[in-house]
């Protein structure tokens, strides 16, 4: 067998200005990304309502969130372009005289900051109690599967229901605005904590046998180092992948919360909560008042979604 | 065999029993019991007869025995709001869920498999294409927007069929049924398409996705040569080969269907078990919630049993293994 070193082809190329930019380009992943078309609209769309979340306030004729700046006579306005539109009110106004648009903008605002925090949590619990089960293996590993397993096989919606309804029984049935959210992202961390465990604890039981591992042990690493220094690392990629899908389904849960009305409250309306409200008015006619945060919240999960089916098959050596 | 329905069977006991130590904590401390019973204005020697009557002053170990046992006598105790027996109010609305849960599984069944079948023996047509965004869709869109969606197209609109309640229905002993009325059966459509949309896509992607597999074993290519009839080959061989799994996830799936009734209850505002769990969350009605864990977790633990049983009969390799039939 020859030992001949054969050079990446990338690796000839002159290093350009930022060396990690540079290779983030010339990586399988961006050239994958570069490829389908759909993939790179869905990333688009997406980043697009990141954006507009977070320079809501910016892009707002209003703050919807403030009672002072809703005026009831402004209620129940038709979108601009139908004949009774009156500017600003683009997308017209609901019952309180609040602006869709400006609602629509606020609520995405608050559906992604409770998706992005739900999922950073359930995906901290997740991978520790998986590095934990498949490091140590035994009875924690018995323990914490056997409940990872009695929890995969109810549905999230009615384990975050069930978290929602202990939180308010707890903490007094009328919660603030902010405690709310808190409650919100608990209950979604409560309830998606399991995939990541589940995929964590495989990819720990196939790398703890590896010679890095026992040369870390042999030098006398700590545990906790070695699992969060050494062995996560080489679990990203799955994780990544479910960290995407479960910004959808986080996305999802936290919408169906609000809109079953244990979410989110109206004076601080996420998208759910819109829907929930608009909902009402869909008899008498107002359809605009659904529609659009319906629209938006379609769109959003539509895209994420593409962009976590792409990202499955992209990180998947076995598709290549 | 015997050994591992027992260890089946064993561990789903287990199962049911942590339920029951969640569902008794919820009772007994999230919130005090009593005083979500009384008023304001209730002195505090009338607290402590309430509270010794309820027996929350002995042991919690006692109380918890006492609370399984109760529950394994379906004794859920007395619902905060509506001051009635919780198995009342749930054998009340049982069969508006049941009913709902089986039509909207048979329609994901049926469709499923037509579409799935179709898409896997004509996978360039444009007819499969279609089917393939429908079912992105109905994995995209959210249970409650597909809901307000089609109240807004065939109620608002087109005023076809009604947007809420389960209209007439008959009584035949304690089981109301609205599947004997014209009003009733049209209530159904709209509920059981929208909580059925998302098995429906589960079951095409799994039998498009068996299909593919079966037809490129060399058993399909066998019969082939023998000069088989197409027919015979997808439908005789094909198809059957494929409905053993696609049964088992129906079943499986079946109580995540009951679950997910709560999002489809609660937009058609159809009176079943979802509904009345929902306003109890709302409300804070620790019993009936609990009432409504147990009785969800007791039908998950019997399916699963049961497939797994079944699941060692059909297929002998399983029987040496502790399989998981997920």
Redesign the interface.
Known sequence: MSEAVVPHPTEKRPAAAPGWFRRALDSDLFYSFRRSKITMIAAGVTLLFFLVAIFASVLSVQNPFDPAQLQLMNSRISPLWTADGQSPFLLGTDEQGRDVLSAILYGLRISLLVGVLGVVLSGAIGILLGLTAGYFGGAVDGLIMRIADVQLSFPAILIALLINGIAKSVLGNKLDETSMLAVLVFAIGLSFWVQYARTVRGSVLVEKNKDYVAAAQLIGLPAPVIMLRHVLPNTTGPILVIATINLALAIITEATLSFLGSGMPETMPSLGTLIRIGNGYLFAGEWWIVAFPGFALAALILSINLLGDWLRDALNPKLR | MLAFTLRRAVQAIG?MI?VGIISFS?FRF??DPVNQMVGMDTSGAERAAIRQSLGLDDPVIVQFGRYIGNAAQFKFGVSYQFRLPVTNLLMERMPATLELAIVASIFAMISGILMGVYSALRRDSWLAHVFQAVS??G???????IG??M??LFS?TLGWLP?FGRGDVVHIGWWATGLLTLSGLKALIMPAITLGLFQMTLIMRLVRAEMLEVLRTDYIRFARARGLTTRAIHFGHALRNTLVPVITVAGLQF??VI??A??TE??FQWPGMGLL??Q?????D?PI?AAY?MM??LI?VTI?LVVDILYTIVDPRLRSTVS?A?
């Open positions: 199962v942590a919820m999230a919130g992105l869709i994995i995209s869109l959210p249970t409650f927007l307000v969606l109240i807004y608002v947007s109580g995540s679950a997910f709560i999002i609660t937009v769990f929902v109890a969350v709302q409300n804070v620790i919630m864990l969800v977790s998950f699963n998981r997920h």
